[in-house]
């Protein structure tokens, strides 16, 4: 079956910097990769999603990208800010259509 | 309407209760899940209803009940909880089973006594 891989899973920078999250999966198949945002005290947060048809997609100040021959897709947050501090789940859509989560990145932007 | 609601936002037990959790979705979507949550952990899935039959149970103990009455309502009941049971449980739903896009409740923090 799928399985997930997320690093890291603590992440600090500067307000205003870059922060990259990157996720590996183990089944060919997958073809579907969202990712979530939790903040504290509140359920998960769709942010971006890709399909294995599209390498790229961009939304404001995030993007994801997605690999497939290497079995990878990474969140890439540019021009960090306070409100971004949360913890981020990749997952993956598995053949039984159902969501396969990696463990969680723990954003933190310092000031 | 673009949300997932749940009640309550918390509930606090002993292990004889019954007690049960609501969420609502008001956007037409036919899929609607159970997951539990704990600390520092991903969601796990518990239960998947697909036109309001039940199509996934993640071999979940029987004293959590699921229910889904109509498209737009999502029950878990609740009997006989163990203190390992005290979660955060999250209720999601998507347009189809097959439509991967889940979108997520605030969730209702249980504590079992």
């Known amino acids: 079956g799928e399985n997930v891989e997320q690093h890291p899973s603590t992440l600090s920078v500067q307000e205003g910097d870059s922060a990259v999250i990157k996720c590996t999966y183990s089944d060919s198949a997958s073809n579907y990769f969202p990712w979530y945002k939790q903040e504290l005290g509140k359920g998960p947060q769709l942010i971006i999603d890709?399909?294995?048809n599209v390498g790229e997609k961009k939304d404001q100040r995030i993007a994801v990208t997605l690999n497939k021959t290497a079995k990878h897709f990474s969140l890439h947050i540019i021009e960090t800010q306070p409100e971004d501090s949360a913890v981020y789940f990749c997952a993956g859509g598995d053949s039984n259509y159902q969501l396969i989560w990696g463990a969680g990145t723990k954003l933190i932007i310092k000031p | 309407d673009t949300e997932v609601t749940q009640t309550p936002k918390h509930l606090v037990m002993g292990m004889t209760n019954k007690k049960s959790l609501k969420c609502e979705q008001h956007?037409?979507?036919?899929?609607m899940y159970w997951y539990k949550q704990k600390a520092k952990k991903p969601p796990e899935l518990m239960f998947v209803?697909?036109?309001?039959?039940?199509?996934i149970n993640e071999s979940v103990p029987s004293r959590f009940s699921p229910e889904c009455p109509n498209s737009s309502l999502l029950n878990l009941h609740l009997h006989a909880l163990q203190p390992e049971d005290s979660a955060l449980y999250l209720c999601?739903?998507?347009?189809?089973?097959?439509?991967?896009?889940?979108?997520f409740g605030p969730g209702t923090r249980l504590l079992v006594l």
């Open positions: 890709i399909r294995s």
């Open positions: 956007m037409g979507h036919r899929a």
């Open positions: 999601a739903s998507s347009l189809a089973w097959a439509e991967e896009t889940q979108y």
């Open positions: 209803y697909s036109y309001e039959k039940l199509s």
